[in-house]
Nanobody
Framework: QVQLVESGGGLVQAGGSLRLSCAAF????????MGWFRQAPGKEREFVAG????????VYADSVKGRFTISRDNINYTVYLQMNRLKPEDTAVYYC?????????????????WGQGTQVTVSS
């Protein structure tokens, strides 16, 4: 069992940066692949970035590649999403998710645990 709590969302101007954090509570965190998803109003939840259990592999949606970076700290049970050069279309609720297999996944249904989400709003 893993509980996830996101933080770090907020309002930022286009071109700015934010760093999201996801604190994980559970003894097996280090065995889980982790991911970030987002959902904008009226749209489906979409994959943003994922990272394997040891951080050795990362994958990104094309829309964020080169701007966002996912990382993890298995000692402090935290996953991060550094978001640079933000655009208004990045506005969404961002969710952290845990997959109880070691390898990174892209699909919603591959993830087993979800946080409550944190709002990111990018103004133009």
């Amino acid at each position: 069992q893993v509980q996830l709590v996101e933080s770090g969302g907020g309002l930022v101007q286009a071109g700015g940066s934010l760093r999201l954090s996801c604190a994980a509570f559970g003894r097996t965190f280090r065995n889980y692949a982790m991911g970030w998803f987002r959902q904008a109003p009226g749209k489906e939840r979409e994959f943003v970035a994922g990272i394997s259990w040891n951080g050795g592999m990362t994958v990104y949606a094309d829309s964020v590649k080169g701007r966002f970076t996912i990382s993890r700290d298995n000692i402090n049970y935290t996953v991060y999403l550094q978001m640079n050069r933000l655009k208004p279309e990045d506005t969404a609720v961002y969710y952290c998710a845990a997959d109880d297999t070691p390898q990174v996944a892209r699909r919603n249904d591959e993830y087993d645990y979800w946080g409550q989400g944190t709002q990111v709003t990018v103004s133009s």
